[in-house]
């Protein structure tokens, strides 16, 4: 069974087992990503067990053909973080809104053309220079905004943009060239 | 779809959660007028993924696993179906005295139109803070009636100015619902809102609303009115 349909086996059965299986997948990750970010160990098992939570709760409303798992238990464990931070909930768009303007419907392989994507990205960061893989990182796991990074890394704030943006073009081109 | 957008390195930092509230307000009101600044969010926060996925990870404690099972309720489990209805409900709820607003900012209004308190700051111009306790950007909207002209300022600090309803014009062009107007400390602008209906902004300064009274109002672009 794939992570995804792990999580459609709880929105479908509540399973119990399957949900045993995200959790001995992602919950170590997600307690080493917490922590990275500057939680405690306790507090960081506390953020995983509220993501969880979350996960065989909103089961329902994951779709494999818009994200993959890992990017789907990402923007929870996110926003379960911040949550924690701060008193007020992340602002977050909302897919409900009645003012949300709407995307042009999808063809009928972009559902599978962005599954392949997840593999490709896979290899495209692992192949990314060292100096842009590395701010990227810093991006994702140390909870720096660009211009923290800039302070962080003594890099001025220009340089920090082209370099994270020359690594996303890249990440981007790659996976346009295994088309 | 909005023809002014946010930048790209605002949408990274959304994706990755580092942005601070007021910033993050924003963008996410964008997000609700533009499918394509969705797009590549999405995209960001699967870069997000990825990283997750190749992290070291650090196991949990020995009962994780239990503790966690033992919190499972199966009623707790929303279906897709389910969930929907309520979330639209309680928006169109809201909506009604707030006429039409993006979630994220109701959700920050509480009390909806009805309850903000606008200050005057100029002629046809009044304020009202929303968010006041970010240690670094305020979060503020702001109103101005139809026709009516900001006299030319600069700013001291990066301004981003989100058109939530009506719209305005200044020498970048015309700004519609959802559009994002930059200005820096080297841009100079006046800005026109468009006749027949007030503009509505949501507007994030880079500055600390705490430092009010005359000082605090030198990050507001008025104070040189």
């Not at chain 2, 930092?13 to 924003?26: I, N, T």
């Not at chain 2, 070291?56 to 919190?71: C, F, R, T, V, Y």
């Not at chain 2, 309803?165 to 400390?185: L, W």
Request: aromatic share 4%; hydrophobic share 40%; proline share 6%.
């Amino acid at each position: 069974m794939t992570l995804e349909e792990m999580i459609q086996a709880i929105a479908r059965d509540h399973s119990r087992t399957a949900f045993a299986g995200l959790f001995e997948h992602f919950a170590p990750r997600l307690k080493s990503y917490v922590m990275r970010l500057g939680a405690d160990e306790r507090a960081a098992e506390e953020v995983v067990q509220e993501t969880m939570l979350m996960v065989w709760r909103k089961a329902g409303a994951f779709d494999p053909d818009r994200a993959a798992a890992s990017t789907w238990v990402f923007t929870i464990a996110r926003n379960k973080r911040i949550d924690r931070i701060r008193r007020e909930a992340r602002p977050e768009y909302d897919p409900n809104d009645p003012l949300l303007v709407g995307t042009a419907p999808e063809t009928a392989d972009q559902p599978l053309q962005r599954r392949q994507h997840g593999d490709r990205l896979r290899v495209a960061i692992a192949t990314l220079p060292e100096e842009q893989a590395s701010l990227v990182r810093l991006a994702f796991f140390d909870d720096l905004s660009h211009r923290e990074i800039a302070t962080d890394q003594s890099i001025p704030l220009g340089t920090v943009k082209s370099r994270i943006r020359l690594a996303l073009l890249r990440l981007r081109r790659d996976l346009e060239d295994l088309e | 779809m909005p023809r002014f957008h946010v930048q790209e390195d605002l949408l990274v930092d959304y994706a990755s959660g580092a942005l601070p509230a007021p910033v993050s307000l924003l963008v996410a009101s964008h997000l609700t007028f533009c499918p394509r600044c969705r797009e590549e969010v999405g995209e960001f926060e699967a870069v997000g993924g990825l990283m997750l996925e190749e992290i070291n990870p650090i196991a949990m404690a020995a009962d994780a696993l239990e503790q966690a099972l033992d919190g499972l309720v199966d009623d707790d489990v929303e279906t897709h179906q389910g969930s929907a209805p309520p979330t639209a409900a309680k928006h169109a709820a809201k909506h009604a005295d707030s006429g039409a607003l993006p979630a994220p900012l109701v959700e920050v209004m509480r009390g909806g139109m009805d309850a903000i308190s606008w200050t005057r700051r100029a002629r046809g111009v009044e304020e009202a803070n929303l968010i006041t306790d970010d240690a670094r950007y305020s979060a503020s909207l702001m109103r101005i009636q139809p026709g009516v002209s900001i006299p030319n300022h600069t700013h001291t600090g990066a301004e981003l100015t989100l058109v939530l309803r009506g719209g305005f014009s200044d020498a970048g062009g015309h700004y519609g619902a959802g559009d994002v107007c930059h200005a820096d400390t080297d841009i100079s602008h006046a800005p026109t809102a468009d006749p027949g209906e007030a503009c509505l902004c949501l507007v994030v300064a880079d500055g600390p609303v705490k430092l009010t009274g005359l000082v605090g109002r030198m990050l507001n672009p008025f104070l040189k009115l």
